[in-house]
């Protein structure tokens, strides 16, 4: 990429930014605090413009206040670079001035801008990896707020019968089904085994049968009535019910993620890889984008998921490499998940593994080689845009 003449590092906020804007030498050509709306960012977007065309913009946030910036620097094919906020806050300390204010933070980020040449320009994604990020980000609030919910209703639970919360798995869908029914050791007697699996089947629950006959036998158990326990086993009905409700919305984004992930181009590619399965494929779109090219290559997308080791060499002390601290986890949680998959599906999976083990390292270190192993095969694939195809078996000639 040329080198630009002006550079113009944007401190993002909520409601205001900050612009500042730099020339070859560093000197400040524009210095301005915008209101973060569609006809203050264009004003300025246009004052830049007419100090000189050949400008690269730099912000420090690529995501929430930042969304409408970008996108209109994007839409007027604007180039747009990305420097983290620890990046930026490090770089404050080698500047003069021990002050903090948005006008130093937008000059440190225009002149990291102007002298840095490692930076990448940022590549928002297509539409589809937009929409699946949203998705799966969503997706990943409500399965925190589950199991919070879960840790609350066990929580309440031993308020009442600590014996029951033992019985009950409340991860699976029976359980919290039956506490929307039946919460006190008492109730629990007096229902019974067969009263409790009738109510449990019409529900259509799996393994009723087990499952009654487990309540009731904790429920024996405990004869003493605790204090409070009229409004716990109230709170026990209002949490079980609210961990169903967060069930059903979880299903109904897997569904909305599963429709529109298909709708990528590079969605069959991705789902013929064993182990990838559609969600953990729609986490790889909404971690990359979608847009190989924005890596170059194999190995700096095994780098943003941390799975190239960077070396950390001292003094005497050389070779010694470690996992880098900044990489994207959502992605090396896709790798790591689907090499796991892959063992029960993959025979060359499942060979690699194997080999790594006999090589004395351990499970975790023999996935993460695995994963690293599938970054350069899933690259591979989609820069070819073929399917995976198994390898066929090499027989010995006759």
């Not at 879960?150 to 991860?171: F, H, K, S, W």
């Not at 089904?177 to 007096?190: C, D, E, H, M």
């Not at 070396?311 to 790591?336: K, Q, W």
């Not at 599906?345 to 023999?366: D, I, L």
Request: with cysteine; proline share 4%; net charge positive.
């Amino acid at each position: 990429m040329a080198v630009p003449r002006i550079w113009a590092g944007v401190d993002i906020g909520k409601e205001h930014h900050h612009c500042v804007v730099i020339d070859a030498d560093g000197r400040r050509l524009l210095s301005r605090r915008i209101l973060n709306d569609e006809t203050a960012l264009l004003e300025l977007l246009k004052d830049v413009l007419d100090l000189d065309e050949d400008v690269l913009w730099a912000v420090d946030l690529n995501h929430g206040g930042a969304a409408l910036l970008i996108g209109l620097l994007v839409s007027h094919n604007q180039p747009l670079a990305y420097i983290t906020g620890l990046a930026v806050h490090r770089a404050s300390g080698t500047y003069r001035g021990e002050g903090k204010t948005d006008a130093k933070d937008a000059f440190v980020i225009a002149d990291q801008a102007r002298m840095r040449r490692d930076l990448g320009l940022l590549r928002p994604g297509d539409e589809i990896a937009i929409d699946v990020r949203t998705l799966t980000t969503r997706r990943t609030d409500l399965v925190c707020d589950r199991t919070r919910q879960i840790n609350r209703l066990r929580a309440q639970l031993l308020e009442i019968c600590p014996a029951l919360e033992r019985v009950l798995e409340l991860t699976n869908k029976g359980p919290v089904l039956l506490l929307t029914g039946y919460q006190t050791p008492a109730a629990i007697r007096r229902a019974g085994v067969k009263r409790i699996e009738t109510w449990l089947r019409n529900r259509k629950v799996y393994g009723a049968a087990a499952l009654a006959k487990a309540a009731v036998d904790a429920a024996e158990a405990q004869h003493t009535v605790l204090p409070g326990e009229k409004l716990a086993a109230a709170m026990v009905v209002r949490l079980a019910k609210g961990v169903i409700a967060l069930d059903q919305e979880i299903a109904e984004l897997d569904a909305l993620i599963e429709a529109r992930f298909r709708e990528h181009p590079h969605a069959e590619v991705i789902l013929s890889m064993p182990g990838m399965g559609k969600l953990l494929g729609a986490e790889f779109l909404a971690a990359t984008g979608g847009d190989m090219d924005a890596f170059g290559n194999a190995d700096r997308l095994a780098g943003y998921a941390g799975l190239a080791p960077a070396p950390r060499d001292s003094g005497r002390v050389s070779g010694n490499l470690r996992r880098p601290r900044r990489f994207h986890r959502g992605l090396l949680r896709a790798f790591y998940l689907s090499a796991l998959s892959s063992l029960k599906s993959c025979p060359a999976s499942k060979a690699f593994y194997q080999r790594k083990r006999a090589e004395g390292k351990g499970h975790k270190q023999a996935l993460l080689a695995l994963s690293r192993r599938r970054v350069n095969v899933l690259w591979a694939m989609i820069r070819d845009g073929a399917c995976y195809q198994a390898t066929p078996p090499v027989t010995a000639a006759a």
